[in-house]
């Protein structure tokens, strides 16, 4: 069986994420918080802390 998919749809499986959250973005924050499993307001002060580096929001969350 054949299933179509929209073009938006393969790219957001396909695309590699970005390095960096922007926090002007609630798209994106929520988007970070969800993968990350962590309100978005914690998200929010990690990145506050650290910067917008996924990497060190990363370790930041882990402490």
């Known amino acids: 069986m054949i299933r179509l998919v929209s073009v938006a749809t ?36 990690a990145i506050s802390e650290v910067g917008t580096s996924l990497a060190a929001v990363r370790h930041r969350l882990e402490k």
């Open 10 to 45: 393969v790219i957001s499986i396909y695309q590699k994420p970005a390095g960096t959250v922007d926090p002007n973005d609630s798209a994106q924050t929520d988007l970070w918080a969800s993968r990350l499993n962590v309100p978005r307001e914690r998200l929010l002060e």
